[in-house]
């Protein structure tokens, strides 16, 4: 592969970086308790859920909070509280 070719797959990749970032916006990860106090903080919690992992599986929840998304993931499932609105996905990505 010539220079230039390498250049230009190396910008495009950073840029493809970059696009998922803004895409993504802000996403902290936190531990699953803080994660369930995040949940009572709302009047009408939203919370998305799917199931992750390789080799050993792991559950993987993202909600927001005053314009932040918050995700964990635990070795179990966590007890979502009756109040919240929990929407199962195939699959949670986040970036890096």
């Given at each position: 592969?010539?220079?230039?070719?390498t250049t230009?797959?190396t910008?495009?990749?950073?840029?493809a970086?970059i696009q998922?970032v803004?895409a993504s916006?802000v996403i902290?990860t936190?531990?699953?308790?803080?994660?369930?106090?995040?949940?009572d903080l709302?009047?009408?919690p939203?919370?998305?859920h799917?199931?992750?992992?390789?080799?050993?599986?792991?559950?993987?929840y993202?909600t927001?909070?005053r314009g932040l998304a918050?995700f964990?993931?635990?070795?179990?499932s966590?007890?979502?509280p009756?109040?919240?609105?929990?929407i199962?996905a195939?699959?949670?990505?986040?970036?890096?």
């Open positions: 592969m010539s220079v230039a070719a230009a797959a910008s495009a990749a950073a840029a970086v998922a803004k916006g902290v936190i531990n699953p308790e803080d994660f369930l106090a995040i949940l709302n009047d009408e939203l919370a998305v799917a199931k992750g992992g390789f080799f050993a599986k792991t559950h993987h993202l927001s909070y918050f964990t993931a635990s070795p179990t966590l007890p979502i009756t109040h919240c609105q929990l199962e195939k699959k949670i990505w986040i970036p890096g």
